[in-house]
């Protein structure tokens, strides 16, 4: 696709910036009242001590019966088994966090989420660095109206040496019963590979697999992209180092195969992407991509695409946003930088903040919007010592008094934090 190269990229912030120039000299005072900004800023509530706590996601009305949320924590480690936890708050007081893990044998678990319309967590595992748990498989586990687990049942067929990290629930040959929609990837010394595949609800638990297409790796999403009514993949190429659109030229998902889905490449000069997002991150009606790339060189950073009205034949042009992240102790293989970023709304604010996932940097910023033109002031909101890894960082209001919280996954460390945007009205210099 066309794509801002950073040459055109740099001339075109130039131009924004003389263009602004004539504006600030008229409203000069006015600017100098705005240089300090009042930016909502999270403080720290409380932690747990949790061995090895690597991805956090906030699970809504998890406590059917109480109407209270949980948030669903995975660990990992490249030996022995692995955990999920159900984290929730007595009287939802984020001061009294507790954890209960409801499954001890998990392996590698690189997701676990809460779908509440049907009662289900989707978990999606494995990795390539043992090879004993490089084979990975997809679990739905069923929660009761009490917030317990009353089964887990594993639902994709082993594929020897493919592992997954994203897994989601919908219904796409709408029978009313949902399937799962998957990407799967194999990583050895010589080669790796991705699949998207989706696996049938047959009823009863039963699925059968089908392949939809070869590219999807590691992290995707499932959106209309151009708002025609139909499903987009949009694709973060992890191993294949490819942001690139699937599209499935049938009527429904249901009916496509690898013959029938045609690839719109985004961009491939950006390395390994690691996770995007489809938002309306400055409120113009129109949403961006907000995606991450993970390098172990120091380049890694978050960036915004616009997305064109026509993705096959328009522009995604590109905006790199805050600073770079360079991962400590670089030198060990598998390292990189940063993880996950995610946007979400303050009460009161027009543009939407941006919270990223150091991952092996070390770090969670988070990102405050300045105005509609993708620029942010980024602020640190904690560092793990010697700045070792953070896993990924879930946003909510956990306690739902209106206030947006976030559970921040120390995983270098053993412990997770509770921090909240609660009161925490600050005045920040720009
Ligand atoms: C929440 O728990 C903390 C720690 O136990 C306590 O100090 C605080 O008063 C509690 N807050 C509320 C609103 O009950
Ligand atoms: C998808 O196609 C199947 C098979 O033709 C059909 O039964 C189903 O209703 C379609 N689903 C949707 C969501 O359009
Ligand atoms: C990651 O993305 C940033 C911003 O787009 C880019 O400058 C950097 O070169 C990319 N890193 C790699 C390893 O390609
Ligand atoms: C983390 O690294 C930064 C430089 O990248 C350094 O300034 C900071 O002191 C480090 N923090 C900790 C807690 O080690
Ligand atoms: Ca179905
Ligand atoms: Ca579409
Ligand atoms: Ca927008
Ligand atoms: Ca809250």
Redesign the pocket.
Known sequence: MFLFTSNNYQSFRKFHFFQTKKVMIKHIAICLLLSIVSAQIPTKLSELTIKDPGFTSLASNFFKNQQKNAVLLTTFGVTGLDSIYQISFQNNNLSKPQATAFDTKSIWPNQADYYQQYQLIVEAGGFFPNPSKATGDINLYQVNDDGQITSKIKVSKDKKDFFYHKAILVDLNGDGLPDILAARAQKSVLSSSGELIWLENKGNFQFEEHLLTNGPDVFFIFVDLDNDGKQEVVAAQYFSKELAIYTCQKSNWSLCNPTTIQKTLIDNTVGSLFNLELTDLNGDGKKELLVTNNSASGNGQVFIYEVPDNYNTGKFIKYPIGSTY?P?LALLPGRGAPGTASSFSLSGTKYKYIIVSGDD???VRLLIPQDGSFNYKEVIVC?????NTIGEVAHGDFNKDGFVDLMIPFYAEGKVEIWSFKKQQQEVSQ
Do not use: F, I, R, T
């Not at 560092?383 to 700045?387: A, F, I, P, Q, W």
């Open positions: 360079k400590s940097a070390g770090v560092e793990s010592k010697d700045n």
